[in-house]
């Protein structure tokens, strides 16, 4: 006795082959519409915001604004001229506008200029909220004595890792926080 098959050129493929392979087909297609649903194209495409704050002279960024603007302690929007106006080289200067951390901390360059990247006062020991102290160039946990080094690297435990860091992109006068941390860590010297 031989096996039918009303497909010509796969003789041996049986009918329960047959059905394996289309509800095999049938469960891929909806994998994969399913997918697109929940990991819409925008993930894959890096959005604006995305874009511009890793990139903020991209052509496309011209005028779009990442993040949010930084204000004072006194809740007033930060003006760069300004700010460079009065900002000391080394200087470390206390921002406003994210809602965590709720506190960065600006970096004054030499020459004067904002640098890329804000750091967050959180300690990473156990959360408290790192003071800046100016005359010792250290952020000092009053918790439990961790010391970091006036680029947040740990100087003194029992903290274990460096203090975060924040996104900042200088555009139109503004100083913009943006809540993700740096693609790469620029405390972290290369080969
Ligand atoms: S929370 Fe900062 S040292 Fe413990």
New binding site residues.
Partial sequence: MTTRSSHPQFPLISGLQRRRFLQYMLGSATATITLGFLWPAESVEPTLENLCSASPLNSRCKDYLPGVQAKNKDGQPLKVDQLLSTAQPGDRIGVKGLADPRLAYLVITDPPRIAEYAINPT??????T?KWEANQHQFV??????RYDNQGRVVK???KRNLGLTTVVVKQNQVRLVARPLAIDPRVKGP
């Fill in positions: 300690c990473t020991h156990l959360g408290c790192v946990c009053p918790c439990h004595g961790s435990g029992p903290a």
